[in-house]
Every structure is written in structure tokens, then in C-alpha cells.
């Protein structure tokens, strides 16, 4: 069965400093990936997706995230953090099984961004 | 273009009631997801339909809830003698279809049983 984790609920960088979140997956089949970002008393949104083309997926807001099959990792990352980057993020695993394309969600890294 | 909505936006209600939430998906979209989100459970996933049918409810996490929609369009979320533990905001998605993987999520119903 497929599985997210991500590696810490919590975060906090710097203004301008590398934002960098964990998300490490299990999967039986190839694994399509996903993050979203939420914004306080708002629903999910997509910043990028990995479906088995390139490995180093560009999103949205200077966002990008590389798979990497030997370390079953999809870390997002971010060079420059911006105050507007604070909120919870989520990593997902799209759940490929018979009849069902649910996605499976880690926990959440909540973002923090100092001045 | 109109994302997906959720109605109500929020809903408190009394242990024992029944409650329906309802999602309007994107127009187009033929696959449709509930998850729920608490503070103990993170993001649960509950139903799938692609079309009309649910080909998976495994997360519906009592005979209490149950869920059905109609024309390929709107679903509802039925919640029968809510308990506290109902408590989270319940989330709405819909993708193009099974061959798409990209879900819209809508923007939740905040459920609060007193």
C-alpha cells in the first residue's frame, strides 16, 4: 500500500533563506506525486505534480521538487522564502489501486517565515 | 473559471442530528472525492465516484455516512446521527477523470457537533 511521511509538522526559515520540506513515499507502483499548500481557512492547492515525466517538477510560486526513485524522496524546495509562503503544506501519493485514484496525504508541514 | 464549491461553509449542529453537505464540482469533471480533516487524523480520504457510481467508499468511516451523486455533477455527504468525533472540515475534490490526476479541491465545510 502506498504511504507519505513528511518529516517535520514544523518549519521555520528565515526571509530569503532555502525553504526545504521533506516528504519521503512508499509505493508498489510507480508513484504519481503531488504538494499542495493551504492557507488558513482555505482548501488545498496544487503546486506541482510528478506523473513519471521529468524529475525535477517546476510549480507554481518559485516552487520545485525532484524525485528521486533511489531515496523514495520528493523534498520540495524553494530558494528564496517569502513572507506570503507561510501555511501548512502536504505532500501526496495518488493511490493507483483497482478502482480508486484517492490520494494518500502526509501529515502537513506547517511553514513559518521570519522577518 | 468556477473552481469547485462547497455549501454550507460552515455548519454546527447537535450530537444526534443528521447533516448533508454538498459539493459542486468542476464542470467537466468527471471523478469526485470527499476527504475529511481533523486535527487527530490529518487528511482522510472517504469516497470516490467516478460518475454516479463509488467504485470505493473504504474510508466512510461508519454506516453513519453515506454519499451519492447525481447527473455526474453535484454529490452529497450524509452524516446520520452525528457524533463529536464528526467534528473536521470536510473537503470536496474533482479531477478530469481516472486518467487524470490532478485534483481541484474545494474550499471545505467547517462541521462542528455539540
Known amino acids: 500500500a502506498q504511504s507519505v511521511t513528511q518529516l517535520g509538522s514544523h518549519v521555520s526559515v528565515s526571509e530569503g533563506a532555502l525553504v526545504l520540506l521533506r516528504c519521503n513515499y512508499s509505493?508498489?507502483?510507480?508513484?504519481?506525486l503531488f504538494w499542495y499548500v493551504q492557507y488558513p481557512n482555505q482548501g488545498l492547492q496544487l503546486l506541482l505534480k510528478?506523473?513519471?515525466?521529468?524529475?525535477l517538477v517546476k510549480g507554481i510560486n518559485g516552487f520545485e521538487a525532484e524525485f528521486k526513485k533511489s531515496e523514495t524522496s520528493f523534498h520540495l524546495t524553494k530558494p528564496s522564502a517569502h513572507m506570503s509562503d507561510a501555511a501548512e503544506y502536504f505532500c501526496a501519493v495518488s493511490d493507483r489501486g483497482p478502482g480508486t485514484y484517492k490520494y494518500i496525504f502526509g501529515t502537513g508541514t506547517r511553514l513559518k517565515v521570519l522577518a | 473559471g468556477a473552481g469547485v464549491s462547497q455549501s454550507p461553509s460552515n455548519k454546527v449542529t447537535e450530537k444526534g442530528k443528521d447533516v448533508e453537505l454538498r459539493c459542486d464540482p468542476i464542470s467537466g469533471h468527471t471523478a469526485l472525492y470527499w476527504y475529511r480533516q481533523s486535527l487527530g487524523q490529518g487528511l482522510e480520504f472517504l469516497i470516490y465516484f467516478q460518475g454516479n457510481s463509488a467504485p470505493d467508499k473504504s474510508g466512510l468511516p461508519s454506516d453513519r455516512f453515506s454519499a451519492e451523486r447525481t447527473g455526474g455533477s453535484v454529490s452529497t455527504l450524509t452524516i446520520q446521527r452525528t457524533q463529536q468525533e464528526d467534528s473536521a472540515v470536510y473537503l470536496c475534490a474533482s479531477s478530469l477523470g481516472p486518467g487524470s490526476y490532478e485534483q481541484y479541491f474545494g474550499p471545505g465545510t467547517r462541521l462542528t457537533v455539540t
Open positions: 510528478y506523473t513519471s515525466a521529468a524529475t
Open positions: 509505493s508498489s507502483v510507480p508513484p504519481y
